[in-house]
């Protein structure tokens, strides 16, 4: 498992790298508390309204997730902090001898104070791989921008 696991953070760590970035770009570090509960990096763009984010994760079935997301980010207004935002995407996960993938999304709102977004959302996942099933994971955390 220590291989699988190897793997993903490997995988994730290069999807990171080859996301677009330019001097612009903002990057934010954070910690997801939820289903799954993890870490996450994400790049924004300041002229645009996508951002894409990678979150390596624990879920509470003892599987090691690595999710990726293009989310698209509205504000309630420009002075307001409160941002929503959605999007699709994807996970592979690993643990307990199993192998899974599928499809997702998220949809979401984000408060932010200064450098802190703190945000919760919910991610209806539809798993293609070892069988086919829908679930959902939630969260609740925070993104700090570097």
Sequence with gaps: MNKNILSLVLATAAFCVSVPSSAQAQTALGIQLGDPTGVSIRFTKPESSWAYEGLIAYNFDEFVT????????QPLSDT??????YGPGGYIGVGNDVFTAGVSAQAGASYNIDRFDIFGRVIPRF???????FSFGFGIGFWYAI
Excluded: A, C, K, N
């Design 127 to 133: 798993s293609l791989t070892p069988g086919t099933d």
């Design 80 to 85: 307001d902090p409160i941002t929503l935002f």
């Design 66 to 73: 690595g999710e990726l997301f293009l989310h698209r980010t």
